[in-house]
C-alpha cells in the first residue's frame, strides 16, 4: 500500500506513522509533501493507491481525474469539511472518499472561547504594553461574560461544546441550526437567525461552507447586529463577506471580530511569510484594526486532536484496503454522504 501525504507538517508525519505502525505493515509506505496537492503537484501522487489531504487542498474534477487516472483509489481527508471536493465527480470515478467527522470538538470550542476572552479583555494589546513597560490599563476597558447573549450558529458537536462551557460563564445562550439536536434545548433557546444576530452580544459561527451558508455574514446581517457585537468564526471563512465586515469595523458597526479561518486563507495559512510581502489587501487591512484577532486556522491544534485525526483517518485507509464498510465514507459504497456536522444550515 502506498499513501502520498499532502500539506503534510512535522507534527502529521509524527502522528501519521504512529497511526500507521499499529495498523499496517512495514512494507507500507507514506510519502510525505509539504505542500498542497494541487493540478502541478497530482503527478506525485502517480502510482498510489491513496492520497491524504487536508482543508486547503485541490480536490476539483480536473485533480480528481489526474489522481484517478494515476492509479488513486481513495481519498482521506484529514478533517470535517469536504466543501473543496468535488463528490459528484468522485462518485463518477468510483473513488472512496472518507473524512473524520468529528475531532475532538472540545479543541475547537475551547480556542473559539479563548479567542472572545482575549478580544473582550484586550489581553492581546495588555502583553504587548507590558513587555514595553507600559503599566497603563486605560484603554483596555473589557466586558462581564456573565449575564451576556451568546448566539450560536451552528449547534453540531463543536456548537454544543461551546454551549457547555458559555453555559459555565452564565451566560444566555441562543442557537440557529434546523438540524439541531434536542440537547441544546437544555442550555438556552433555538431562534431564527434575525432574532440571534439582534440579541447577541458575541455571535459564534459553528457551521459548515455550503452555497446556502457562503457569504452568511454580508452586509445586510451585519446591519441587524449590535453595534456593540463581536463576532468570532473558527469554522470556514467564506462564511464572512470580508469586505463587508471591513465596511462595519470602520463605520463602528461592529464591535469585534476574531477569525480562525479566512476565505482566502489558502495560498497564506500553514506556512512561513514572515519574509515576504504578502499581497492579500483585505487580510493586510483586517490586521490594522485594534480590534480585530486572525489566527492561521488553529483551533483543531491540539495534542488530543492529532491523535484522533490520525488514528481515524488511518482507519479509514484500513477499512478501504480491508473492503469493510466504513462509517466515515462520503463516497465509495454506492452513496454521496452528508455527516451530521457538515450537512447544511438553511436560512
Given at each position: 500500500?502506498?499513501?502520498?501525504?499532502?500539506?503534510?507538517?512535522?507534527?502529521?508525519?509524527?502522528?501519521?506513522?504512529?497511526?500507521?505502525?499499529?495498523?499496517?505493515?512495514?512494507?507500507?509506505?507514506?510519502?510525505?509533501?509539504?505542500?498542497?496537492?494541487?493540478?502541478?503537484?497530482?503527478?506525485?501522487?502517480?502510482?498510489?493507491?491513496?492520497?491524504?489531504?487536508?482543508?486547503?487542498?485541490?480536490?476539483?474534477?480536473?485533480?480528481?481525474?489526474?489522481?484517478?487516472?494515476?492509479?488513486?483509489?481513495?481519498?482521506?481527508?484529514?478533517?470535517?469539511?469536504?466543501?473543496?471536493?468535488?463528490?459528484?465527480?468522485?462518485?463518477?470515478?468510483?473513488?472512496?472518499?472518507?473524512?473524520?467527522?468529528?475531532?475532538?470538538?472540545?479543541?475547537?470550542?475551547?480556542?473559539?472561547?479563548?479567542?472572545?476572552?482575549?478580544?473582550n479583555r484586550k489581553?492581546?494589546?495588555?502583553?504587548?504594553?507590558?513587555?514595553?513597560?507600559?503599566?497603563?490599563?486605560?484603554?483596555?476597558?473589557?466586558?462581564?461574560?456573565?449575564?451576556?447573549?451568546?448566539?450560536?450558529?451552528?449547534?453540531g458537536r463543536i456548537?454544543?461544546?461551546?454551549?457547555r462551557i458559555f453555559?459555565?460563564?452564565?451566560?444566555?445562550?441562543?442557537?440557529?441550526?434546523?438540524?439541531?439536536?434536542?440537547?441544546?434545548?437544555?442550555?438556552?433557546?433555538?431562534?431564527?437567525?434575525?432574532?440571534?444576530?439582534?440579541?447577541?452580544?458575541?455571535?459564534?459561527?459553528?457551521?459548515?461552507?455550503?452555497?446556502?451558508?457562503?457569504?452568511?455574514?454580508?452586509?445586510?446581517?451585519?446591519?441587524?447586529?449590535?453595534?456593540?457585537?463581536?463576532?468570532?468564526?473558527?469554522?470556514?471563512?467564506?462564511?464572512?463577506?470580508?469586505?463587508?465586515?471591513?465596511?462595519?469595523?470602520?463605520?463602528?458597526?461592529?464591535?469585534?471580530?476574531?477569525?480562525?479561518?479566512?476565505?482566502?486563507?489558502?495560498?497564506?495559512?500553514?506556512?512561513?511569510?514572515?519574509?515576504?510581502?504578502?499581497?492579500?489587501?483585505?487580510?493586510?487591512?483586517?490586521?490594522?484594526?485594534?480590534?480585530?484577532?486572525?489566527?492561521?486556522?488553529?483551533?483543531?491544534?491540539?495534542?488530543?486532536?492529532?491523535?484522533?485525526?490520525?488514528?481515524?483517518?488511518?482507519?479509514?485507509?484500513?477499512?478501504?484496503?480491508?473492503?469493510?464498510?466504513?462509517?466515515?465514507?462520503?463516497?465509495?459504497?454506492?452513496?454521496?454522504?452528508?455527516?451530521?456536522?457538515?450537512?447544511?444550515?438553511?436560512?
Amino acid at each position: 500500500m502506498q499513501l502520498a501525504v499532502f500539506s503534510a507538517k512535522a507534527y502529521d508525519r509524527i502522528y501519521l506513522d504512529r497511526a500507521r505502525a499499529q495498523r499496517f505493515s512495514h512494507q507500507d509506505h507514506c510519502h510525505y509533501h509539504s505542500f498542497a496537492l494541487s493540478e502541478e503537484t497530482v503527478p506525485l501522487a502517480v502510482g498510489c493507491d491513496a492520497v491524504c489531504v487536508f482543508v486547503n487542498d485541490t480536490l476539483d474534477a480536473p485533480v480528481l481525474r489526474a489522481l484517478h487516472a494515476g492509479g488513486v483509489r481513495a481519498i482521506l481527508l484529514r478533517c470535517a469539511g469536504f466543501n473543496h471536493v468535488d463528490l459528484a465527480t468522485a462518485e463518477a470515478l468510483g473513488l472512496f472518499v472518507a473524512n473524520v467527522p468529528a475531532y475532538s470538538p472540545e479543541a475547537v470550542a475551547e480556542f473559539a472561547v479563548a479567542l472572545i476572552q482575549t478580544l473582550n479583555r484586550k489581553t492581546h494589546r495588555a502583553y504587548n504594553r507590558v513587555r514595553e513597560g507600559n503599566f497603563n490599563i486605560e484603554g483596555l476597558l473589557g466586558s462581564t461574560l456573565h449575564g451576556q447573549t451568546v448566539g450560536f450558529v451552528g449547534v453540531g458537536r463543536i456548537g454544543l461544546a461551546a454551549a457547555r462551557i458559555f453555559q459555565g460563564f452564565g451566560c444566555r445562550l441562543l442557537a440557529h441550526d434546523p438540524y439541531v439536536s434536542e440537547e441544546f434545548r437544555s442550555y438556552g433557546a433555538l431562534v431564527d437567525l434575525d432574532t440571534l444576530l439582534r440579541e447577541s452580544h458575541i455571535v459564534s459561527l459553528h457551521c459548515p461552507l455550503t452555497d446556502g451558508t457562503r457569504h452568511l455574514i454580508n452586509e445586510t446581517t451585519l446591519d441587524r447586529m449590535r453595534p456593540d457585537a463581536i463576532l468570532v468564526n473558527t469554522s470556514r471563512g467564506a462564511l464572512i463577506d470580508s469586505a463587508a465586515v471591513i465596511q462595519a469595523l470602520k463605520t463602528r458597526r461592529l464591535g469585534g471580530l476574531a477569525l480562525d479561518v479566512y476565505e482566502a486563507e489558502g495560498e497564506l495559512f500553514y506556512n512561513d511569510h514572515s519574509g515576504e510581502i504578502i499581497e492579500d489587501d483585505v487580510l493586510m487591512r483586517l490586521m490594522t484594526f485594534p480590534n480585530v484577532l486572525v489566527c492561521s486556522h488553529q483551533g483543531f491544534f491540539t495534542r488530543e486532536a492529532l491523535t484522533e485525526i490520525s488514528d481515524v483517518t488511518l482507519g479509514n485507509l484500513s477499512d478501504f484496503v480491508s473492503g469493510r464498510s466504513c462509517p466515515n465514507s462520503l463516497v465509495g459504497e454506492g452513496h454521496v454522504r452528508v455527516c451530521e456536522d457538515t450537512a447544511p444550515v438553511r436560512l
